[in-house]
Structures are given as C-alpha cells and as structure tokens.
C-alpha cells in the first residue's frame, strides 16, 4: 500500500484547517467531555504549525538578508570600478607629469631654441614608412624642415604641413639621415634610417676611434638641426680594410613606438662652418 506523503504547505493547510475547527467547536462547547482527549491529539499539530510558521519567517528573513547582501555586493563593485578609474587617472597623471618636467628642464637648457610642445596624435599605419602625426600645423607656424626632439634626443623632422596637423618622418625611417658626430672622438658620419628600430652611422674615417658605448649626436653640419642633440648610441662597429669608411649600428635615444608628446624645434641658429678656401684668405 502507497504511504501517503504530505508537503510542508499541505500540512501547514491541515493544520490551520484542523485549529479553525477546534476553535469553532470549543466556543459552543461540545469539545468540553473529550477536550484534554483531542489536546493530546492536536498537540503535535500545533507544534508542526509552530515549527512551519517559524520555517516560513526564518525563510522570509533569509532571502531579505540575501537582498541585503546583493545590494552591498553592487554597491561595493561600484566603488571598486570607480576606485580603480581613480587610480589610472592618478597614473596617467603622474606619467605626464613626468614628461611635461623632462621637457621642461629641456627648453629651459635649451634657450637657444624656440619650441613647441605637440602632442602625437596618429601612427602611419603602413610597415615600411616610419612617420606619425602631431597636433600642430601651420596655424601654429610649423613649417616642412623643422626638426622634432624630445628630452631624450632627436625625434626627425617635419615633412608635411597641414593647418592643425604635421606629418613628422622618424629618424628610423629608411629616408631618413643627418650629419652625426661621435661625442668621444668627435668623428663624424651619417646616421641613416634602417626602416627598423636600429640606424646605421655611415661614412666614418676609417682612422677615427670607434667604440660599442659611444654617443651619437648631431653635429649640425648643413645647418638643418641644431648642435649636439642625441641621436643615440654605437652598440657595434663594422670595419674592413678594404673599405675605405668604417660603420656603425646606432640604438636610438628615443623609444619611437612610445612617443606621445614632442617639442618641434621653431627656431634655431645653425652655426656656419667655412669652407677651407675662407679660412686661408687673410
């Protein structure tokens, strides 16, 4: 035979059902002969109805207290997220900061030179060209030629002039070149682009001292950038008897891929270089 099995909810009904009833034949007083008899019977009914009704109200303040602490969980990932925007801001910040004080120690020990500050505001996107575009253009009086450093060295040079923006050809690029000296020996070459994140120094007198360590800068011959900007450092040396100039690859100072603000070089006084004809005439 099939035991009958009852729900919570079922026996919370007959329970109440059962006590309604109680209740009702107790008033009229027909419960009094068999009272203490039907006591004992509804006694555990009234139990299970208390332990039901107690169930139901721990239940109720459980899923209140699960409410409560989703609520909380929300509104502390709230403060989270914002906490942590805060502190990239802060970071960024910081990290200008930084920048914008090593560019100013540079045009304060530069005063020789008139700048402008830019910010980097595109990359070329194609492999074998290595520009990128700044925030200034001949509304700002830039000009094609201008040189672009930052407090590291040489960036390159202005090659296009838009009215807000300038196209900017890195050193790194494979047109890229200009007249270098070496800081120890004071020879002096061409450092050329590679099209790579390296530049070559060419056209070195055999004769003159190389070395890996040596810093590169520009000489200022031809007069299209100022004088002993750094360009970079000898990290190998290449000679052969057979040829008639040395060579040497060159780390850049300045991390190209991670340019973002620049000064552009307005004005400058080139030094002018005679040729030996004018220094032999009294």
Excluded at 49 to 67: A, E, F, H, K, P
Excluded at 186 to 208: C, D, H, K, P, S
Aim: aromatic residues 4%; without cysteine; glycine residues 6%.
């Amino acid at each position: 035979m099939a035991r009958l099995r009852l729900s919570t909810a079922q026996l919370f009904l007959l329970a109440l059902a059962a006590s309604v009833l109680i209740l009702a034949l107790d008033s009229s007083g027909l419960l009094r002969p068999v009272e203490g008899t039907i006591l004992r019977t509804i006694l555990p009914l009234q139990r299970a109805l208390n332990q039901v009704g107690q169930d139901l109200s721990n239940l109720g303040q459980y899923l209140r207290d699960i409410d409560e602490l989703r609520q909380e969980r929300e509104e502390l990932r709230a403060l989270v997220d914002r906490l942590t925007i805060e502190n990239v801001e802060l970071r960024e910040a910081q990290i200008e900061n930084v920048e914008l004080r090593q560019l100013l120690q540079f045009v304060e020990s530069n005063p020789s030179l008139q700048l402008v500050a830019a910010e980097v505001v595109g990359r070329d996107p194609l492999p074998l060209s290595r520009s990128l575009l700044i925030d200034r253009g001949s509304e700002q009086g830039i000009a094609s030629g201008m040189p672009v450093v930052t407090a590291r060295g040489l960036v390159g040079r202005i090659v296009e002039v838009y009215p807000r923006v300038s196209r900017v050809l890195l050193l790194m690029d494979a047109s890229s070149s200009v007249n270098a000296r070496i800081q120890n020996s004071r020879a002096t070459g061409v450092v050329e682009g590679t099209g790579a994140n390296t530049l070559v120094m060419r056209f070195i007198q055999q004769a003159e001292p190389l070395a890996e360590g040596d810093i590169v800068l520009t000489s200022g011959l031809g007069g299209n950038f100022p004088r002993r900007l750094v360009i970079g450092q000898v990290t190998a040396v290449h000679q052969s008897d057979v040829e008639l100039f040395q060579s040497a690859e060159v780390r850049p100072a300045v991390d190209f891929l991670r340019l973002e603000l620049v000064l552009v070089v307005m004005k400058f006084e080139p030094r002018e270089f005679p040729l030996p004809s004018e220094e032999a005439t009294p």
